[in-house]
C-alpha cells in the first residue's frame, strides 16, 4: 500500500521495509564483448567484477562497476554474492550472436523514445572530455554545446548514451 501522508504510521512502515533498498544494476544489451569491455573497463575506468555464462540459453553477463580489482572476492559463489551487493553497476547483457546482426540495438533516444542515459560522475567534466576525445570516443554533446553548459553525453560502442557530469558544478545547472 502506497503511503499518502509524509510522517504518518504507515508512512513509517514503508520507510522502514524499504530502508535497505538501492540501485543495484542498470541492463544494456551489447553486440561484441570485446569492444564493450574495451570501452567500459579502458575508457570509463570501469572493472569487470563477474562474468555469468549461460551456454544452454546462448547467453553472457558482464557486470561492470567502480570497484577495485583487490576487493573483488576470489571464491566464484562469494564474488557473485558481492557483485550483486554493489550499488549503480552496469550489466552487459550478449546474446550470442547478436554481433553478426546488422540492426544495431535501439537506444531510446528517437522515436520510439524510451530508455535515455547512464550517468557518469568525474572530478572535472572537460579533462574527462579531452582524453575521450584524445581516445577517438563518439560524443553526443560536448561540455560546451548547447544551453547546459560543464556537461557531456559521450556513446558506447551500441551507441548506449552516456552523461558525463561533476558532481560539484551541478548545482548551477539545475
Known sequence: RPCRRPGSR??????????????QQTMLRIKDPKKSLEFYTKILGMTLLSKCDFPAMKFSLYFMGFEEKKDIPKDPKERIAWTFSRKATIELTHNWGTENDERPYHNGNSDPRGFGHIGVAVPDVYSACKRFEELGVTFVKKPDDGKMKGLAFIQDPDGYWIEILSPNTMGSLV
Do not use: I, K, Q, Y
Not at 10 to 23: I, Q
Open 10 to 23: 504507515g508512512c513509517a512502515r514503508v520507510a522502514a521495509l524499504v530502508r535497505d533498498f538501492m540501485m
